[in-house]
């Protein structure tokens, strides 16, 4: 167990570029969930995969992104005409279906920003 | 919608005291899900600590202990015997129960603490 994985760490690009984040969550689990943090924020919610099938989208995630997880394993997340609005720390979180006890493990995070 | 309310944006204690982190929560429904969770500077959010909110026995774990008030809708965090580790982004969070795969977790702002020696 290797933990949940992103990459890159550190994203920095101009206004109007597109971007594309990765998540590699622990082997077994089946759910993956992606989070916006803002800086003096929370985690807010983006959107969530369980399998390859893509369950809840939140209002956030605008046309401009777009998520994936093809095989059920790995996960991408675009966001394409990047805005200075989108700076924000991107995590990607990874659980096993374990009723009470399950637990949302997250990666360290992927840090954007839009000059 | 559920709202998760922090009150604290910063709290210091020192090192072997005790602090209390509060946090309140806005929800219609009478089954969930409540979570602290730590992010340390520059690292991962971890778990701390969860309750069930149909459980009314108050959940520990070795120096960390919740105040549950169902009632009130107020769960706060007790850190015991405080250590330089702990010093942290302290986050409260809510999860429906029965949501039929619905697995939104809803966050509040965050508390800093700052544990001095």
């Known amino acids: 167990d290797t933990g949940v994985s992103q990459d890159p760490r550190h994203k920095i690009t101009k206004r109007g570029q597109n971007v594309t984040f990765r998540c590699d969550p622990i082997?077994?689990?089946?759910?993956l969930y992606w989070y916006r943090q803002t800086l003096g924020q929370g985690p807010e919610f983006l959107t969530y995969?369980?399998?390859?099938?893509?369950?809840?989208k939140s209002r956030l995630l605008s046309d401009r992104f777009s998520a994936e997880r093809p095989k059920g394993s790995f996960s991408t997340l675009e966001i394409q005409r990047t805005e200075q609005g989108d700076s924000a720390m991107y995590l990607c979180?990874?659980?096993?279906?374990?009723?009470?006890?399950?637990?949302?493990?997250f990666g360290p995070g992927t840090r954007l920003l839009v000059l | 919608a559920q709202t998760v309310t922090q009150s604290q944006p910063e709290m210091s204690v020192q090192e072997a005291e005790t602090v209390t982190l509060s946090c309140t929560y806005d929800?219609?429904?009478?089954?969930?899900?409540l979570f602290w969770y730590k992010q340390p500077p520059s690292r991962q959010m971890i778990l701390v600590i969860r309750?069930?909110?149909?459980?009314?026995q108050n959940a520990t774990e070795n120096r960390f202990s919740v105040n549950f008030q169902k009632a009130a809708k107020s769960f706060s965090l007790k850190i015991s015997d405080s250590q330089l580790g702990d010093a942290a982004m302290y986050f409260c969070?809510?999860?429906?129960?029965?949501?039929?795969?619905?697995?939104?977790?809803?966050f509040g702002t965050g508390t800093k603490l700052q544990v001095i020696p």
């Open positions: 979180a990874s659980s096993f279906p374990r009723g009470s006890q399950e637990t949302q493990y």
């Open positions: 082997s077994e689990h089946n759910r």
């Open positions: 995969f369980q399998n390859e099938a893509q369950l809840e």
């Open positions: 929800t219609s429904e009478s089954d969930y899900y």
């Open positions: 309750q069930e909110a149909y459980k009314q």
């Open positions: 969070a809510y999860k429906s129960l029965f949501s039929g795969g619905y697995q939104k977790v809803t």
